[in-house]
Antibody
Framework: QVQLQESGPGLVKPSETLSLTCTVSGYSISSGYYWGWIRQPPGKGLEWIGSIYHSGSTYYNPSLKSRVTISVDTSKNQFSLKLSSVTAADTAVYYC????????????????WGQGTLVTVSS | DVVMTQSPLSLPVTLGQPASISCRSSQSLVYSDGNTYLNWFQQRPGQSPRRLIYKVSNRDSGVPDRFSGSGSGTDFTLKISRVEAEDVGVYYCMQGTHWPQTFGQGTKVEIK
Protein backbone atom coordinates (compact mmCIF):
# COMPACT_ATOMS: atom_id res chain seq x y z
CA GLN A 1 0.00 0.00 0.00
CA VAL A 2 1.40 3.35 -1.05
CA GLN A 3 1.64 5.83 1.79
CA LEU A 4 2.81 9.44 1.83
CA GLN A 5 3.69 11.58 4.82
CA GLU A 6 4.39 15.30 4.84
CA SER A 7 6.81 16.84 7.31
CA GLY A 8 8.14 20.30 8.01
CA PRO A 9 7.63 23.43 10.11
CA GLY A 10 4.06 24.39 10.90
CA LEU A 11 4.88 28.07 11.25
CA VAL A 12 6.81 30.24 8.80
CA LYS A 13 7.45 33.96 9.01
CA PRO A 14 6.38 36.29 6.21
CA SER A 15 8.98 36.75 3.45
CA GLU A 16 10.75 33.52 4.45
CA THR A 17 10.82 30.18 2.64
CA LEU A 18 8.38 27.37 3.35
CA SER A 19 10.03 23.94 3.18
CA LEU A 20 8.23 20.61 3.28
CA THR A 21 9.26 17.04 2.63
CA CYS A 22 7.11 14.11 1.57
CA THR A 23 8.29 10.61 2.47
CA VAL A 24 6.86 7.82 0.35
CA SER A 25 6.55 4.24 1.57
CA GLY A 26 5.22 1.14 -0.12
CA TYR A 27 6.43 2.28 -3.53
CA SER A 28 9.78 3.31 -4.94
CA ILE A 29 9.72 6.79 -6.47
CA SER A 30 12.35 5.54 -8.92
CA SER A 31 9.83 3.08 -10.36
CA GLY A 32 7.88 5.85 -12.01
CA TYR A 33 4.96 8.26 -11.75
CA TYR A 34 4.99 11.93 -11.01
CA TRP A 35 4.75 13.18 -7.42
CA GLY A 36 2.95 16.38 -6.62
CA TRP A 37 2.06 19.04 -4.11
CA ILE A 38 -1.43 20.48 -3.62
CA ARG A 39 -2.57 23.04 -1.08
CA GLN A 40 -5.85 24.02 0.52
CA PRO A 41 -6.29 27.31 2.40
CA PRO A 42 -8.46 26.93 5.50
CA GLY A 43 -12.09 26.48 4.49
CA LYS A 44 -11.29 26.80 0.79
CA GLY A 45 -10.68 24.66 -2.27
CA LEU A 46 -7.72 22.82 -3.74
CA GLU A 47 -4.85 24.31 -5.71
CA TRP A 48 -2.21 22.28 -7.54
CA ILE A 49 1.30 23.61 -6.89
CA GLY A 50 3.52 21.41 -9.01
CA SER A 51 4.77 17.89 -9.70
CA ILE A 52 8.06 16.11 -10.24
CA TYR A 53 9.20 12.91 -11.96
CA HIS A 54 11.87 10.65 -10.47
CA SER A 55 14.29 11.93 -13.10
CA GLY A 56 13.85 15.44 -11.72
CA SER A 57 11.63 16.70 -14.50
CA THR A 58 9.16 19.21 -13.08
CA TYR A 59 6.08 21.10 -14.03
CA TYR A 60 4.67 23.91 -11.97
CA ASN A 61 1.52 25.95 -11.71
CA PRO A 62 2.36 29.21 -13.53
CA SER A 63 0.67 31.21 -10.76
CA LEU A 64 3.35 30.03 -8.31
CA LYS A 65 6.21 29.10 -10.59
CA SER A 66 8.41 32.08 -9.74
CA ARG A 67 8.44 31.06 -6.06
CA VAL A 68 8.32 27.25 -6.20
CA THR A 69 11.02 24.62 -6.32
CA ILE A 70 10.25 20.90 -6.14
CA SER A 71 13.07 18.41 -5.85
CA VAL A 72 13.41 14.66 -5.44
CA ASP A 73 15.77 12.44 -3.46
CA THR A 74 15.33 8.90 -4.74
CA SER A 75 17.86 7.52 -2.23
CA LYS A 76 15.55 8.55 0.60
CA ASN A 77 12.34 7.99 -1.39
CA GLN A 78 11.38 11.59 -0.72
CA PHE A 79 10.44 14.69 -2.62
CA SER A 80 10.37 18.23 -1.32
CA LEU A 81 8.70 21.59 -1.77
CA LYS A 82 10.19 25.01 -1.30
CA LEU A 83 8.00 28.11 -1.58
CA SER A 84 9.83 31.40 -1.20
CA SER A 85 8.72 34.87 -0.12
CA VAL A 86 5.65 33.59 1.66
CA THR A 87 2.76 35.78 2.80
CA ALA A 88 -0.37 35.13 4.82
CA ALA A 89 -2.04 34.05 1.57
CA ASP A 90 0.20 30.98 1.58
CA THR A 91 -1.32 29.72 4.83
CA ALA A 92 -2.83 26.37 3.94
CA VAL A 93 -2.87 22.64 4.45
CA TYR A 94 -0.21 21.27 2.12
CA TYR A 95 -0.71 17.79 0.69
CA CYS A 96 1.68 15.58 -1.20
CA UNK A 97 0.24 13.03 -3.58
CA UNK A 98 1.04 10.70 -6.46
CA UNK A 99 0.19 12.39 -9.75
CA UNK A 100 -0.97 10.05 -12.51
CA UNK A 101 0.45 11.89 -15.50
CA UNK A 102 -0.26 9.72 -18.52
CA UNK A 103 1.03 11.90 -21.33
CA UNK A 104 2.88 15.21 -21.28
CA UNK A 105 0.90 17.55 -19.01
CA UNK A 106 -2.26 15.39 -19.06
CA UNK A 107 -3.14 13.74 -15.79
CA UNK A 108 -5.70 11.39 -14.30
CA UNK A 109 -5.27 13.22 -11.02
CA UNK A 110 -3.91 12.10 -7.68
CA UNK A 111 -4.54 8.56 -6.50
CA UNK A 112 -2.63 8.48 -3.20
CA TRP A 113 -2.49 11.41 -0.78
CA GLY A 114 -0.69 12.26 2.41
CA GLN A 115 -2.64 13.32 5.48
CA GLY A 116 -1.68 16.96 4.92
CA THR A 117 0.18 19.42 7.07
CA LEU A 118 -1.00 22.87 8.08
CA VAL A 119 1.50 25.63 7.46
CA THR A 120 0.71 29.01 8.95
CA VAL A 121 2.49 32.14 7.77
CA SER A 122 2.68 34.60 10.61
CA SER A 123 5.23 36.69 12.45
CA ASP B 1 -6.34 28.59 -16.94
CA VAL B 2 -9.37 26.36 -17.45
CA VAL B 3 -12.11 27.36 -15.04
CA MET B 4 -14.13 24.55 -13.50
CA THR B 5 -17.58 25.55 -12.28
CA GLN B 6 -19.54 23.22 -10.02
CA SER B 7 -23.20 23.38 -9.08
CA PRO B 8 -24.77 23.35 -6.68
CA LEU B 9 -22.22 24.46 -4.10
CA SER B 10 -24.35 23.00 -1.32
CA LEU B 11 -26.45 19.87 -1.64
CA PRO B 12 -28.67 18.70 1.22
CA VAL B 13 -29.81 15.15 0.55
CA THR B 14 -32.08 12.66 2.29
CA LEU B 15 -30.47 9.33 3.16
CA GLY B 16 -31.22 6.76 0.49
CA GLN B 17 -32.06 9.38 -2.12
CA PRO B 18 -30.01 10.17 -5.23
CA ALA B 19 -27.69 13.14 -5.59
CA SER B 20 -26.18 14.79 -8.63
CA ILE B 21 -23.34 17.29 -8.97
CA SER B 22 -22.62 19.21 -12.14
CA CYS B 23 -19.20 20.34 -13.30
CA ARG B 24 -18.63 22.56 -16.33
CA SER B 25 -15.31 23.55 -17.84
CA SER B 26 -14.48 26.76 -19.69
CA GLN B 27 -12.85 24.73 -22.49
CA SER B 28 -13.34 21.27 -23.93
CA LEU B 29 -11.52 18.65 -21.89
CA VAL B 30 -10.90 16.29 -24.80
CA TYR B 31 -7.14 15.78 -25.08
CA SER B 32 -5.28 15.19 -28.34
CA ASP B 33 -5.05 11.47 -27.50
CA GLY B 34 -8.86 11.26 -27.53
CA ASN B 35 -9.21 10.88 -23.78
CA THR B 36 -11.02 13.29 -21.47
CA TYR B 37 -9.12 13.90 -18.26
CA LEU B 38 -11.95 14.84 -15.94
CA ASN B 39 -11.60 13.46 -12.43
CA TRP B 40 -13.69 13.55 -9.26
CA PHE B 41 -12.51 13.67 -5.65
CA GLN B 42 -14.27 13.25 -2.33
CA GLN B 43 -13.07 15.00 0.82
CA ARG B 44 -14.73 13.78 3.98
CA PRO B 45 -14.63 16.11 7.01
CA GLY B 46 -11.14 16.29 8.46
CA GLN B 47 -9.67 13.96 5.83
CA SER B 48 -7.47 14.23 2.77
CA PRO B 49 -9.13 14.18 -0.63
CA ARG B 50 -9.69 10.79 -2.22
CA ARG B 51 -10.00 10.15 -5.93
CA LEU B 52 -13.32 8.53 -6.83
CA ILE B 53 -13.47 8.75 -10.61
CA TYR B 54 -10.87 9.32 -13.33
CA LYS B 55 -11.30 10.01 -17.03
CA VAL B 56 -14.99 10.88 -16.64
CA SER B 57 -16.39 7.51 -15.67
CA ASN B 58 -13.72 5.13 -14.34
CA ARG B 59 -14.22 4.29 -10.67
CA ASP B 60 -11.19 3.86 -8.47
CA SER B 61 -10.65 0.58 -6.67
CA GLY B 62 -12.80 0.34 -3.56
CA VAL B 63 -15.23 3.04 -4.63
CA PRO B 64 -18.83 1.86 -4.21
CA ASP B 65 -20.78 1.39 -7.40
CA ARG B 66 -23.41 3.88 -6.22
CA PHE B 67 -20.95 6.51 -7.49
CA SER B 68 -20.93 7.12 -11.22
CA GLY B 69 -19.49 9.73 -13.53
CA SER B 70 -20.65 10.83 -16.96
CA GLY B 71 -20.37 13.63 -19.45
CA SER B 72 -18.35 14.85 -22.37
CA GLY B 73 -16.69 17.95 -23.77
CA THR B 74 -17.39 20.64 -21.20
CA ASP B 75 -20.29 19.19 -19.17
CA PHE B 76 -19.86 16.48 -16.58
CA THR B 77 -21.87 14.92 -13.77
CA LEU B 78 -21.16 12.92 -10.64
CA LYS B 79 -24.11 10.90 -9.41
CA ILE B 80 -24.69 9.08 -6.17
CA SER B 81 -27.54 6.63 -6.66
CA ARG B 82 -28.47 6.33 -2.99
CA VAL B 83 -26.75 8.62 -0.52
CA GLU B 84 -25.34 7.04 2.62
CA ALA B 85 -24.14 8.78 5.78
CA GLU B 86 -20.49 8.14 4.86
CA ASP B 87 -20.93 10.17 1.66
CA VAL B 88 -21.05 13.45 3.59
CA GLY B 89 -18.24 15.76 2.53
CA VAL B 90 -17.06 18.03 -0.24
CA TYR B 91 -16.76 16.81 -3.82
CA TYR B 92 -14.38 18.36 -6.32
CA CYS B 93 -14.06 17.93 -10.04
CA MET B 94 -10.60 18.40 -11.51
CA GLN B 95 -9.47 18.75 -15.09
CA GLY B 96 -6.16 17.22 -16.08
CA THR B 97 -6.32 17.94 -19.81
CA HIS B 98 -4.96 21.47 -19.88
CA TRP B 99 -1.92 22.64 -17.96
CA PRO B 100 -2.19 23.74 -15.21
CA GLN B 101 -4.60 21.20 -13.81
CA THR B 102 -7.43 22.97 -12.02
CA PHE B 103 -10.17 22.09 -9.53
CA GLY B 104 -13.77 23.17 -9.17
CA GLN B 105 -14.86 25.13 -6.10
CA GLY B 106 -16.30 22.07 -4.42
CA THR B 107 -19.83 20.90 -3.63
CA LYS B 108 -20.72 20.23 -0.02
CA VAL B 109 -23.00 17.22 0.40
CA GLU B 110 -24.85 17.03 3.68
CA ILE B 111 -27.71 15.01 5.08
CA LYS B 112 -31.05 16.74 5.53
Amino acid sequence: QVQLQESGPGLVKPSETLSLTCTVSGYSISSGYYWGWIRQPPGKGLEWIGSIYHSGSTYYNPSLKSRVTISVDTSKNQFSLKLSSVTAADTAVYYCARDIVVVVAATEGFDYWGQGTLVTVSS
Amino acid sequence: DVVMTQSPLSLPVTLGQPASISCRSSQSLVYSDGNTYLNWFQQRPGQSPRRLIYKVSNRDSGVPDRFSGSGSGTDFTLKISRVEAEDVGVYYCMQGTHWPQTFGQGTKVEIK
